[in-house]
């Protein structure tokens, strides 16, 4: 692979890397190419990885990330090590993992129609000081009567964003699977909403009609990135067909030992000071 796009965050020490890098490519006769570039390497955390795949993810072309972050998942080389971006580039010391996009569609109150996609996760919750009310339909039929804060759906990668934190579970990265988790169910005497997370096949795909939409108002956020500032009445939501995300890892990727150390064993001060 010779023609390359570089992604990088404004932090010093990610632009840092990115002059380096630049330098580096260009000795090795590769060309900085925005306009039909093979690859996109990423210059930063997660956050950064996750910027880059909105931004380019119709490309469809893999995404390598450079950390200088802390402890991306979805990182792979160190900037300590530049030089190991050419057994990516030349030799193909790599393998690419394949990852779902969750894809929504949405209608408003005023009949507008709005669509878009999520690498980590799909955040749906009230904006008004009540509870969100909605009816959930699974693959069609009638599931469930939702009351309660909102609700999160998560791709394997998302799930230890948001989900995670909200009492999602953890679902391994290479799973065909994406995950729905409530937010605060409002449980009481003449409802039941989900109450916790559920882990759905691929070809499930779900419908939320949310009532009292224009007393009620919803929210709903791709990866942090809010849809529309209209009243949202109806929502539709399954893994995408159309897109997939293509990320190269180096064959010592352990998905496990990555979680305990990020997850598990973070560094965290147990005693506040």
Same mark, same amino acid.
């Given at each position: 692979?010779?023609?390359?796009? !570089? ?50 993810? @119709? ?5 390598? $990330? ?12 160190? %900037? ?9 580039? =030349? ?7 394949? &990852? %779902? #996009? ?6 408003? #109150?005023? $009949?507008?129609? &709005? ?21 959930? &339909?699974?693959?069609? /039929?009638?599931?469930? &009567?939702?009351?309660? =804060? ?5 791709? %394997? !990668?998302?799930?230890? $964003?948001?989900? !995670? ?6 679902? *391994?990265?290479?799973? %065909? ?22 882990? #759905? ?9 949310? #009532?009292?939409? @224009? ?7 791709? =990866? ?21 995300? *293509? ?12 979680? /305990?150390? /990020? !997850? ?10």
């Amino acid at each position: 692979m010779n023609r390359v796009l !570089i992604h990088a965050n404004r932090k010093t020490d990610s632009l840092k890397v990115k002059t380096e890098l630049t330098r580096l490519l260009k000795s090795h006769g590769k060309v900085i190419d925005r306009e039909s570039p093979e690859v996109i390497i990423v210059i930063g955390g997660d956050g950064t990885m996750l910027s880059a795949i909105r931004k380019y993810k @119709h490309l469809e072309i893999p995404f390598v $990330g450079i950390d200088t972050g802390t402890l991306g998942f979805l990182t792979t080389i160190m %900037p300590t090590h530049l030089e190991t971006i050419f057994e990516v580039l =030349d030799r193909k010391d790599y393998r690419i993992v394949t &990852y %779902p #996009l969750l894809m929504v569609e949405t209608k408003t #109150l005023s $009949g507008g129609i &709005y669509k878009d996609y999520a690498f980590n996760e799909i955040v749906i919750k009230h904006v008004e000081a009540k509870l969100m009310e909605a009816k959930v &339909y699974v693959n069609g /039929k009638p599931f469930n &009567y939702f009351t309660g =804060d909102g609700l999160i759906f998560s791709t %394997p !990668i998302g799930a230890t $964003g948001y989900a !995670i934190w909200a009492g999602g579970a953890v679902v *391994h990265s290479d799973l %065909p699977v994406f995950q729905m988790t409530p937010l605060t169910p409002n449980d009481n005497s003449v409802n039941r909403p989900i109450s916790s997370s559920m882990i #759905l096949p691929e070809d499930t795909y779900v419908d939320i009609s949310v #009532l009292k939409s @224009h007393s009620r108002r919803v929210i709903l956020a791709c =990866d942090g990135v809010k849809l529309s500032d209209e009243c949202i009445e109806d929502i539709h939501i399954k893994l995408a067909d159309d897109l997939k995300i *293509h990320v190269i890892r180096s064959d010592s990727f352990d998905y496990f030992d990555l979680f /305990k150390r /990020k !997850i598990i064993d973070k560094n965290i001060r147990r005693i506040l000071e």
